[in-house]
T-cell receptor, first 115, second 114 residues
Framework: GAVVSQHPSRVICKSGTSVKIECRSL??????MFWYRQFPKQSLMLMAT?????????EQGVEKDKFLINHASLTLSTLTVTSAHPEDSSFYIC???????????FGPGTRLTVL | GDSVTQMEGPVTLSEEAFLTINCTYT??????LFWYVQYPGEGLQLLLK?????DKGSNKGFEATYRKETTSFHLEKGSVQVSDSAVYFC?????????????FGTGTRLAVRP
């Protein structure tokens, strides 16, 4: 089946630094990728929709200057958390849409801890 | 806006027991409905889906029927195994393509005892 990878799987950083998370579709091309945030014992909250070659569409309440999304190719999207603070600590999950199967495939997630 | 409500867990069952995880939804149109499963340490995987009323999605012994009249998509399995232990998410999408965003329920953790 289709595989989506995320890197890193875990990251710990100091407050004020920026962190980049990569999401790759390994065996298919994804015109659309999605970024979610998951809090403990809560649902996945969609942060933004990323389309290759164009600006991401952010959900209401998500700061686009804080969560920078770049979808530079059909197999790679990146999420950069700028000037991270402890409240940004969370589990970040990406998904990639496959047009051939009409299915979203999810990455394993990245655990971000901001000290 | 759209929303998905699913039963809170955790659900603990003995092996070979019958499983039901309830899911109801609110949507403005006629959404597609999904069940995703997340095994420990892994990403979400699509378990099954249904795109229109009365459709039944099935996979790996799991089934769910799209009930428009009750706005429900309950997940069932006749005989669970220890390997089914995971978190199950119900979700909906207003569109029919992989480029349409998903709205998720809170997830239900299932633990199956040997």
């Amino acid at each position: 089946g289709a595989v989506v990878s995320q890197h890193p799987s875990r990251v710990i950083c100091k407050s004020g630094t920026s962190v980049k998370i990569e999401c790759r579709s390994l065996d298919f091309q994804a015109t659309t990728m999605f970024w979610y945030r998951q809090f403990p014992k809560q649902s996945l909250m969609l942060m933004a929709t990323s389309n290759e070659g164009s600006k991401a569409t952010y959900e209401q309440g998500v700061e686009k200057d804080k969560f920078l999304i770049n979808h530079a190719s059909l197999t790679l999207s990146t999420l950069t958390v700028t000037s991270a603070h402890p409240e940004d600590s969370s589990f970040y999950i990406c998904s990639a849409g496959s047009a051939s199967t009409d299915t979203q495939y999810f990455g394993p997630g990245t655990r971000l801890t901001v000290l | 806006g759209d929303s998905v409500t699913q039963m809170e867990g955790p659900v603990t069952l003995s092996e070979e027991a019958f499983l039901t995880i309830n899911c109801t939804y609110t949507a403005t149109g006629y959404p597609s409905l999904f069940w995703y499963v997340q095994y420990p340490g892994e990403g979400l995987q699509l378990l099954l889906k249904a795109t229109k009323a009365d459709d039944k999605g099935s996979n790996k012994g799991f089934e769910a029927t799209y009930r428009k009249e009750t706005t429900s998509f309950h997940l069932e399995k006749g005989s669970v195994q220890v390997s089914d232990s995971a978190v199950y998410f119900c979700a909906l999408s207003e569109g029919k393509s992989s480029g349409d965003k998903l709205t998720f329920g809170t997830g239900t953790r299932l633990a199956v005892r040997p």
